[in-house]
């Protein structure tokens, strides 16, 4: 799995999704001004720059185990408290924040459960603890479900992000009961994003980001001409637009 890529890289593979989704989810976690605000997980700052406008740069904190992502979150948002770190191991105090945040993130996790568990900690008791993840399972409605389809049709054996923590109906709110979070509000948030054609969606997954990024660079350039082919014979000609949707669930602290 690689993040550490050039943010610009990240921006053109999942940005163009994670940017209008963090406006639907800042609201789904009831982020408001005058809150101090964690982003976990936050890489190059798509989330981070809502929570800047919704509660200024001074109120939110940002963490990230990508040198390169936070690097672009101290360049891009001056004032957010930005640093490496994992979610497993928050380096704050306890009941410091009033909401943390982990968008795209828990299925990337080393351990989600420690992860949320830490969130959690660092979260004031009635604190906000939100997180989504994308819809990677059966018949999966994410961003990224047209390719992996494709991929498997290539390997059967091939298991994309389908069993990551989370992404499949149900097993984010799991991971928070598990996690000793009591849950809130549990449910969906979605993105509508077009695209003027099939190769301003397909070039981004030739830049070599997380586990889609690996799987085309291991193939040969015959089998990567297949895969080409075969995404496009799943989506329309001419212009499209993606509806992506991700699993969200918002706990409460203490």
């Known amino acids: 799995m690689n993040f550490v890529v050039a943010p610009e890289a990240y921006d053109r593979f999942m940005g163009r ?81 009033d909401a943390a945040l982990a968008q795209l993130v828990v299925h990337f996790m080393d351990d989600p459960v420690a992860g949320l568990r830490e969130m959690a900690r660092v979260t004031r008791p009635g604190g906000a603890i939100a997180a989504c993840v994308w819809d990677h399972g059966p018949d999966g409605r994410g961003p990224l479900s047209p390719f992996w389809d494709a991929a498997r049709e290539i390997d059967p054996r091939l298991e994309g992000e389908s069993s990551r923590a989370g992404t499949r109906r149900g097993h984010l709110a799991e991971l928070f009961v598990e996690a000793g979070i009591r849950t809130a509000d549990v449910g969906t948030v979605a993105v509508n994003v077009p695209f003027s054609g099939f190769e301003e969606w397909w070039e981004p997954f030739l830049l070599g980001v997380g586990a889609v990024g690996g799987f085309v660079g291991r193939l040969l350039p015959e089998r990567r001409a297949e895969l080409r082919a075969r995404c496009q014979a799943r989506l329309p000609s001419g212009a499209f637009t993606v509806s992506a949707t991700a699993w969200a669930v918002r706990g409460a602290g203490g």
């Open 17 to 97: 999704y994670s940017i209008p989704l963090a406006l639907v989810f800042v609201d789904f976690a009831g982020v408001a001004a005058g809150q101090r605000i964690l982003d976990v997980g936050c890489g190059p700052g798509a989330l981070t720059a809502v929570l800047v406008d919704r509660v200024g740069a001074q109120a939110v904190a940002a963490v990230d185990p990508s040198e390169p992502f936070v690097a672009a979150v101290q360049a891009r948002h001056p004032g957010v408290r930005a640093q490496c770190a994992s979610a497993e191991a928050l380096p704050f105090e306890g009941g410091e924040f």
